[in-house]
């Protein structure tokens, strides 16, 4: 992999986009390119340049199924919770 194809790839692999034998050749360039392994470093702090992050795109369907069932049961704790208080404070 040369160093403009890896500066390319750079986004896709913090988004998780990329394939595992496209991943392997990016850290075998990494483990030979010191302004890739830089920039990587770079932009996993945040410092890019153009923006804070990298543009990690929108998240995998099952994440986003975890975050809704999730969501749903931290909502379920909290009204639980409210309910035990409302008992607890009308009992004394």
Known sequence: MDHAQADSL????FAGRLD??????LHGHFKECQACR???????AGMDG???RPDLGPAAPEVQAQIVR????????????LLAWFVWK???
């Open 90 to 92: 009308f009992k004394h």
């Open 38 to 44: 830089s920039r990587m470093r770079l932009l996993k």
């Open 10 to 13: 750079l986004k896709d692999y």
């Open 70 to 81: 999730n969501r749903d049961l931290l909502i379920k704790i909290l009204l639980l919770m």
């Open 50 to 52: 153009e923006r804070l």
């Open 20 to 25: 595992r034998e496209t991943v392997r050749a």
